[in-house]
């Protein structure tokens, strides 16, 4: 029975210093993540609450004053026909942009893996737009696209065909800077598949060899394809959302123009608090594309994720 008792008075005393170690090991992992999470929320979530909270003020950028009007802002924003023009630009830059630069960057991938010569070379010229400044590229690029001396319309008239005034035809303005846009992401991309290329390993196609499977298109369908499931989910996730960010090109090359033809959101964002000063209203524009942000996110959490073969 006394030792029935002193287990008893000892397995209480166990839990007690168990609770302690766990909570001290609670408050040491609170103390070293606390400045993280304050950082965090700083920098973070901080300024997207000032943004949800200024979007609905008439707050004007100077004004000593505001006013809450709720869901005004919102209300006059999706009855713009400006802002309408704007995520309809922004979607097609986005449709354009994200399935052409993914689907180049891997067919550069697997040409200079599958080669055996130049490849470093080709490597630094593709990944060269990436490195260089994307507003000095699009000045070069402004220039080059001129309708009287740029080199494009140059090289067209040198073999007989008429040229284009790129940047000022409403009908292809939009179209020449989805051009742009995918010639900067394309070695992005390319480096980003090539890592996984490197990461298959080669027993698998020994082994979809000896099944029969000797095609280099079969081989990449069987083999390539699905492994590389994961690097094309995030290829695809942080080209996107690039491409909603989508903002130099059109400052330097059309402000927006002409009439609208290649405003995109970024831009309506900029124009209304910086140059109309609508500070509420360019709130508002921020939230909204800041949804989109957060529906790629969850499209890539909840449903492309599963879609996704893992090794």
Not at 175 to 196: D, E, K, R
């Amino acid at each position: 029975m006394a030792d029935i008792a002193a287990t008893a008075v000892r397995v209480p005393a166990a839990t007690t210093a168990n609770r302690r170690r766990a909570w001290r090991e609670e408050l040491t992992a609170m103390s070293l993540a606390g400045p993280a999470m304050m950082l965090m929320f700083l920098f973070l979530i901080g300024p997207v609450l000032c943004i949800l909270a200024l979007s609905l003020t008439d707050y004007q950028l100077g004004a000593k004053s505001l006013r809450v009007i709720g869901l005004q802002n919102y209300v006059d924003m999706f009855g713009d026909r400006v802002f309408r023009r704007s995520i309809e630009n922004t979607l097609t830059y986005v449709g354009i942009v994200v399935p052409a630069s993914v689907g180049l960057g891997l067919g550069a991938a697997l040409l200079i893996e599958a080669g055996t010569s130049l490849r470093a070379f080709y490597r630094a010229a593709y990944f060269l737009p990436v490195m260089a400044t994307l507003i000095a590229m699009a000045i070069v690029w402004e220039f080059m696209l001129h309708p009287r001396f740029g080199l494009v319309n140059l090289s067209l008239k040198a073999i007989n065909v008429a040229g284009y005034d790129w940047l000022q035809d409403r009908a292809v303005v939009l179209y020449t800077l989805c051009g742009i846009g995918i010639w900067q992401s394309v070695g992005f991309n390319m480096v980003l598949f090539m890592a996984g290329l490197t990461a298959i390993p080669k027993d698998l196609y020994e082994a979809a060899a000896i099944d029969g499977v000797n095609n280099g298109w079969d081989r990449f369908l069987t083999v390539t394809w699905p492994m590389l499931g994961p690097v094309t989910l995030f290829v695809v996730v942080i080209t996107a959302i690039r491409s909603f960010q989508v903002f130099d090109t059109v400052q330097v090359m059309t402000k927006g123009g002409p009439n609208r033809a290649s405003e995109v959101l970024l831009y309506t964002m900029y124009s209304e608090g910086f140059e109309f000063f609508r500070s509420g209203y360019a709130a508002a524009v921020t939230v909204v594309f800041l949804a989109f942000v957060l529906a790629l996110a969850w499209l890539n959490a909840h449903i492309l994720e599963k879609r996704v073969h893992y090794a």
